[in-house]
């Protein structure tokens, strides 16, 4: 039986969504059926269709006391909203039940795993977050805690790790139909590890070894981990807090880092090699991957920014949408994101043209919209005519714009939303070096309504960015100091 918390919360969210109309929303992403939206929780294949939970607060626009909010989808595009999973009921959870993973035991139950918050006073009079680890299992529908919660405590934990931050569990099966879980953690310092553990049920875990020690190198606490084996690399995914730029590669506050390295499985050792941002915008954060019955690598991400994250929509009853899953692979030692190919079932009808000649600002006969595919092929003119810059503008009407920029000396793709509508002084430009020779480069820019997604070179580089520049502002334009040369391909996306 559901507590009065969790009804409350059913009750609110069916009544409240009956105010947002359709077109309020984003075609194909997930946004928060109402109320706040955070990091992709329980991101799974399950009876068939795909599962995404989320960090939800039904009741406001602004973050508060987390939900497991929960969506359902069969193509990863278009989503039917559950009951909310979980609400913050149970004294081992009753500060909010924090971010975590799912998976499917033998018994055909959904386990959630999922990080339990309470406040603790402490000697000073300060209250403090303590963190641990608990399981719920379910139908896909309706969801019970385990009674025995929580299943791993600072018992668990190794010497000199805070009690404080210690969070988000990323679990999975392995071959011999044990468990382990990746959790992020951090020194009593404030420097941050990734925590092993494992398990023969799901639910009985022992701890294991720091599988990856920051050593001061990217940032502070290490949120949101997720651990998985790639085209023959492990890969380890987690959204460092407190960044410090690095070249063009990784910036200010809280970001997203990708490592790369040799995997031992029997023994559980993760030796890493190279690393990289996930995602180089404005808005991107908490990635959680999962492996679809086809053996694909996907993965979604929140796609918003802790620092901007309460700039949106005035008089929305929602806040926060998820990024376009994306297909992963690993190409020459770094990780390559594209579209889930699904979204080719939206496409519409085509607008094409070719060896377009660009110099001052020019728009093309059907290029225009807010619910876009668009792939642009740009070099420079012939016989050695070169451009110093590129400039596509969308979300654009006399006044308002977003834009993308490259800057082929540089070999520097740029995204802008500083003339999109906002009023605040949060950062609103990233940067981000690419692979180019002779002023060549692809740029694959999906639009849904309030979003950008830029895919560079066919998913070398991906740039993400929200922005509120009012629907009725649609066209597409271009523009190149120098000369340039484009083809490009056009499709408005489609309601199925």
């Avoid at 998985?228 to 890969?235: S, T």
């Avoid at 012939?382 to 006044?399: I, S």
């Avoid at 895919?455 to 000369?483: C, H, P």
């Amino acid at each position: 039986m559901a507590s009065r918390i969790l009804q409350d919360a059913w009750d609110y969210e069916a009544e409240t969504e009956k105010k947002i109309r359709k077109e309020e929303r984003p075609g194909f992403h997930l946004s928060s059926r109402v109320g706040w939206m955070n990091d992709p929780n329980g991101f799974s294949f399950y009876k068939g269709e795909y599962h995404l939970f989320y960090q939800y607060y039904p009741y406001d626009v602004h973050w508060g006391p987390m939900h497991w909010g929960h969506a359902v989808s069969r193509d990863l595009l278009h989503w039917r909203y559950e009951k909310c999973a979980m609400a913050p009921d149970m004294e081992f959870d009753k500060g909010g039940c924090f971010s975590g993973s799912a998976v499917t035991l033998p018994d055909g139950r959904h386990l959630l795993l999922y990080t339990g918050v309470i406040k603790e006073t402490q000697p000073d009079g300060s209250v403090r977050d303590i963190q641990t680890q608990c399981a719920a299992v379910g139908d896909g529908i309706e969801y019970a805690k385990y009674p025995e919660n929580p299943v791993i405590t600072e018992k668990n934990l190794p010497a000199g790790s805070s009690r404080y931050d210690f969070r988000d569990p990323k679990i999975w099966r392995k071959a011999d139909g044990s468990y382990r879980l990746v959790a992020g953690g951090c020194t009593v310092e404030g420097d941050g590890q990734i925590l092993l553990y494992s398990s023969p049920d799901g639910v009985q875990w022992q701890y294991e070894k720091i599988l990856m020690a920051n050593n001061g190198r990217f940032g502070r606490m290490w949120e949101c981990p997720d651990f998985f084996v790639l085209d023959g690399y492990g890969v380890l995914l987690a959204s460092p807090t407190d960044m410090l730029p690095e070249d063009l590669e990784y910036y200010n506050g809280n970001g997203t880092l990708c490592l790369i390295g040799a995997y031992e499985e029997e023994t559980d050792t993760f030796k890493q090699q190279y690393d990289q941002a996930i995602d180089h915008g404005l808005d991107f954060y908490a990635p959680q991957t999962m492996e679809a019955p086809d053996g694909r690598r996907i993965m979604v991400g929140w796609m918003q920014n802790w620092d901007t994250c309460n700039q949106h929509v005035s008089g929305l009853p929602w806040c926060g949408q998820m990024s376009l899953p994306r297909e992963l692979s690993i190409v020459n030692k770094r990780l390559i994101q594209r579209p889930v190919r699904e979204l080719e079932n939206l496409h519409g009808a085509q607008v094409k043209y070719e060896n377009v000649v660009l110099s001052d600002g020019i728009r093309l006969e059907g290029i225009r919209g807010r619910k876009v595919d668009m792939e642009i092929s740009l070099r420079p003119g012939k016989e050695g005519n070169g451009y110093r810059k590129f400039t596509l503008y969308f979300a654009q009407d006399a006044v308002y714009h977003t834009a993308v920029r490259f800057y082929p000396e540089d070999s520097v793709v740029e995204l802008d939303r500083a003339f999109a509508g906002s009023r605040r002084a949060v950062v609103h430009q990233c940067r981000t070096r690419v692979q180019s020779s002779g002023g060549k480069v692809k740029l694959r820019i999906i639009l849904d309504s309030f979003s950008a997604e830029v895919f560079i070179n066919d998913g070398e580089k991906v740039m993400s960015a929200m922005f509120y520049t009012d629907l009725s502002a649609d066209d597409i334009s271009f523009a190149a100091d120098g000369q340039a040369v484009m083809d490009i391909v056009k499709y408005d996306l489609c309601e199925m």
